[in-house]
């Protein structure tokens, strides 16, 4: 599944394509997108502003109109300076001169008002993200160990409503360089640990956004050794979703 870092990277990516341009070409050929009768409402309206919220991305056009995009877990966006979309038939096209860009699959997509996105249960619900200029690390953690009470870390950093756009990957990594196991209770976590591990998975995001790969020391590596102390990295499936954890017992404690 596409994570919060990933969505930001789309929207830096769409605004430098698109921002300020006016859609000149907008289309949904494919008949399963739920824009298949609406997308060339977008066009003729420029694109003001692509934001992440976690890992929901909403462009938003003149006229008070938002595309709001989840791409679940096979969706993805392709944006390109050179005018050329993919090959295909995407859920949703859009193109001013030479830049454009497509989305195709995903678990949302629609067009909507401003108004219906500022008053939206599912995003109201978000917890902070960490790479909006808002987030407070400080304030994150204290949110972390009150929401989380109950349950292990590795678990409750998934959750959506407590801290958004911390997906597996990043959670593996992000509690690999705290150097604390994602099995550990939250209950039993001071602040400054809580902190540690929410600025860590951070970095985590930060580095992906600016260099298009996100870091991995241990993700999917049990068949190599702890890149810090050679010990033998350990996965199992954890919290009701069962998304395999990873971690080295030796060093994340």
């Known amino acids: 599944m596409p994570e919060g870092d990933t969505i930001h990277r789309a929207a830096r990516r769409l605004n430098a394509a698109l921002r300020g341009e006016e859609i000149q070409r907008a289309g949904a050929p494919n008949a399963r997108s739920p824009l298949h009768h609406r997308a060339e409402e977008l066009q003729g309206r420029t694109l003001e ?25 096979n969706g993805r966006w ?4 050179d005018g050329r979309l993919p090959a295909g038939r995407p859920w949703l096209s859009l193109a001013s001169g030479r830049a454009a860009a497509a ?58 409503r407590i801290i958004a756009g911390i997906g597996n990957a ?21 602040r400054g640990e809580a902190e540690r591990v929410l600025l860590a998975n951070q970095r985590v995001m930060r580095v992906t956004v600016e260099r298009g790969r996100r870091p991995r020391s241990i993700y999917r590596g049990t068949r190599d050794p702890c890149p ?24 994340q404690i």
Request: aromatic share 4%; glycine share 12%.
């Open 49 to 73: 502003l692509a934001e992440a919220r976690g890992k929901h991305l909403l462009a938003h056009f003149s006229g008070g109109v938002v595309v709001h995009s989840h791409l679940g877990m």
């Open 228 to 251: 810090r102390c050679g010990g033998r990295i350990q996965s199992r499936g954890q919290g009701d979703a069962n998304r395999t954890a990873y971690w080295c017992p030796a060093c």
């Open 103 to 160: 989305q195709t699959g995903g678990q949302i997509l629609r067009l909507v008002s401003e108004s219906r996105v500022r008053n939206d249960p599912g995003l109201m619900q978000l917890g902070p993200d960490p790479l909006r200029p808002e987030f407070d690390a400080a304030a994150a953690a204290v949110r972390l160990l009150e929401m989380g009470r109950g349950r292990e870390l590795g678990d409750a950093l998934l959750d959506q």
């Open 170 to 190: 990043i959670r593996v990594e992000g509690c690999f360089q705290a150097r604390i196991s994602p099995w550990r209770p939250v209950d039993e976590l001071d």
């Open 78 to 81: 392709r944006i390109a300076a």
